[in-house]
């Protein structure tokens, strides 16, 4: 049987071995990991080591500030497509990425496919739930900045929708 303990060691090992930003969390059991990415540049993973199963939470963005109803079904059409995770909402709304693995199941290899597989999932679901959540404040953002001859270098990602040419 795989102890609490051991499942703990593994998780701080494994992440310590890849190079991943880490530390303990503020509940027993948990480590809270920061993974790199591309378009989400951090995605901040709990990883909580419970008497029976791994849980992990991880942050995504904020509940929308338009198209909530095309926001959610966004979400669960992808919900459809994702194995072993699952998007989720908190009581304010906003999007995490939530999975859990049986300790027993808890591997170098389950543990990097759940790393790998919440890392893919924020980072790839970043940019369109912005355009559907978030476009009217990116364009007052960017519209704002280019007003001031401010950079736009963190929105050019969206350029092709925000560039009205005023």
Known sequence: MTS????????????????IEHERGGRPGEVVATLPGEHKLRTTVSLLVGDHSLSASAFVIRHPDENAEQFSR????RNARLTGIAFAADDAGDVYL????????????TLDGLLGALLDAADSSFD???????LSSMQREWNWRVSRGEST????????LLDTGR
């Not at 966004?74 to 059409?77: D, E, H, I, S």
């Not at 369109?128 to 978030?134: D, E, M, Q, S």
């Not at 270098?153 to 092709?160: Q, S, W």
């Open 98 to 109: 939530v999975g859990r693995l049986p300790l027993v199941g808890v591997t170098e290899d």
């Open 74 to 77: 966004w979400l669960l059409r």
């Open 4 to 19: 609490r303990d051991e499942v703990e060691q593994l998780v701080l090992d494994h992440l310590a071995a890849a190079g």
């Open 128 to 134: 369109p739930l912005l355009t559907i959540g978030f």
């Open 153 to 160: 270098r963190n929105l050019e990602a969206f350029r092709h």
